[in-house]
Each structure stands twice: as structure tokens, then as C-alpha cells.
């Protein structure tokens, strides 16, 4: 029969020993955690130390109780007053009163702020007043401003026709002159000036600038265009209206050279 030596007995001796004393050494340290606990406190459930109960915050070790004040609630917070003001009141000094909310208005998401009602307008006096919409106008989604119906411009507290000058026509936008200059014409200030095209040019439809371009060949000089020199060894660009050097060749001032 095979003898079972001591240096062989030797750690199953230890695991049966430790198997022994691990069941009685967890609870005297959970119970020593507990016992340092002060009082209206609770361990934490990950790592160590522990955190007052709600009502209660920390001070010098212990947990003391919050003064919490009418119309308001603990927080459980260690910072602050450890208290907050119910929805409806709001903070003054120590204590917590009630938002005043005017006729015509209620109170937002946060408890503490109100809004005028749709069609009424904030005062500097915390009123709301009704907003007076006059003729051929409408309330905005917001419901806090008017705006004049469509082809009708605002002038103080009334919506008139809009002026349109000559050789103009009105548009769709709702801000601005809401009219644009027929084709042909550019707006210069409250008019629609004649746009004078040059010889070797045509209309480009944009509003801005000449309101012209130079044909291809040709290049603005001043109110006309003229052809564009081309010297040897060079091409039109893309634009049509400017050289660039052929390949290999690289542009020195009028020329191209290699």
C-alpha cells in the first residue's frame, strides 16, 4: 500500500484548516463594518465606508439631521442645504415660497419660471397682456408676436400693401423688400436700375455686380470687353475669358516661357 507522507499531508491539512475559519472571520468583519457606522447611516454596498440616510448629512463623522423647511424636501446631498424647494416654489434665503404666476401664464417644466399663454406678451411689470393683432395680419407659431399676411409689409402696428417700384415684381419671402427687379434691371437702393450690356457681353441673371458677363474670347475691362490677348505657346481657360500657358510652358507676366 502506498504511505502518505507528511510533506503530502501537509496542504491538505491547510486547505481543511482555512475551510474551517472562513465561515466564523466574515461575519466578525461585517459586523465590525456595521459597528463603526454612525448612527442614521448606512454601509455602502461596494467598497468601504458608508453614506447618511436620506434627512441626515455628514458632519464631523456623524450624520445630523437637515432642517428642511415648509414646501421642500431633502435631498440627500452633502452639498448645498441639502434641501430643495417643492415644484412651485422657489428659494429665499432659509425658507421656500410660492412662484407667483400672473393671469394668463403658467408655469414651465422647471417649477420655478413661468410663460404668457399663447397670444399674450410678457410685461416688464410680470403681467402678461393680450397681444392686439390688427387687420390682415396673424399670430406666429410661437404665439408671442403678429406677422402681416402675405404681400403686406409691417408699418408700427399696422400691415400695408407693399410698394413695388418700377420694372419690379413682388416675391414669396416674408422679410426684407419681398421684391426683386425684372430681368434686365438690378435693385439699387428702392429702384430697379437698367443694366447697360456692353458690346461682346450678355445678361447673367444675377443680381449682384454688373449683372453682365463678357462672351468667351472677350474680358471685362471697366463697362466693356475686350478681347483677351493671347501670346504664343497659350490657350483660353476655362473660364473663356482669361490664357493659360500650354504644356510644359509657365506664365511670366504676359508670356509663357520653358
Known amino acids: 500500500m502506498h504511505k502518505l507522507t507528511w510533506s503530502k499531508f501537509i496542504p491538505f491539512a491547510m486547505l481543511a484548516l482555512f ?3 472562513l465561515p466564523v472571520s466574515n461575519p466578525v468583519s461585517a459586523q465590525a463594518s456595521t459597528a463603526d457606522n454612525p448612527e442614521n ?36 446631498r452633502n452639498w448645498g442645504n441639502g434641501w430643495e424647494c417643492d415644484w412651485g416654489y422657489r428659494e429665499d434665503g432659509q425658507v421656500c415660497i410660492a412662484v ?7 408655469l414651465i417644466s422647471d417649477g420655478v419660471n413661468w410663460r404668457c399663454d399663447r397670444g399674450y406678451r410678457s410685461n416688464l411689470d410680470s403681467t402678461c397682456d393680450p397681444i392686439v393683432i390688427p387687420e390682415n395680419a396673424y399670430l406666429n407659431a410661437e404665439g ?12 408700427g402696428d399696422r400691415c400695408i400693401t407693399l410698394p413695388v417700384p418700377e420694372n419690379a415684381y413682388r416675391t414669396n419671402q416674408s422679410y426684407g423688400a419681398a421684391w426683386d427687379c425684372e430681368r434686365g434691371f438690378k435693385k ?5 436700375k ?20 463678357c462672351l468667351r474670347g472677350f474680358a471685362a475691362a ?16 476655362y473660364s473663356g475669358n482669361n490664357w493659360e500657358c500650354n504644356e510644359p510652358y509657365r506664365k511670366r507676366g504676359d508670356r509663357c516661357r520653358l
Not at 41 to 65: I, L, M, N, Y
Not at 100 to 106: E, K, L, Q, S
Not at 144 to 155: A, F, G, P, T
Not at 194 to 213: C, M, Q
Request: charged residues 25%; aromatic residues 8%.
Open 19 to 21: 475551510a474551517v475559519m
Open 41 to 76: 447611516s448606512t454601509a455602502r454596498t461596494s467598497g468601504s465606508g458608508w453614506d447618511c440616510d436620506k434627512g441626515f448629512r455628514e458632519s464631523g463623522g456623524e450624520c445630523v439631521t437637515v432642517s428642511v423647511p415648509d414646501n421642500a424636501y431633502a435631498t440627500g
Open 100 to 106: 407667483t404666476v400672473p393671469d394668463n401664464a403658467y
Open 144 to 155: 408671442d408676436e403678429w406677422v402681416c399676411n402675405r404681400d403686406l409689409i409691417q408699418s
Open 188 to 192: 439699387e437702393g428702392d429702384a430697379c
Open 194 to 213: 437698367k443694366i447697360h450690356v456692353p458690346e461682346n457681353a450678355f445678361l447673367n441673371d444675377k443680381s449682384y455686380r454688373t449683372g453682365w458677363s
Open 222 to 237: 471697366g463697362d466693356e470687353c475686350i478681347p483677351v490677348d493671347i501670346p504664343g505657346n497659350a490657350h483660353l481657360d
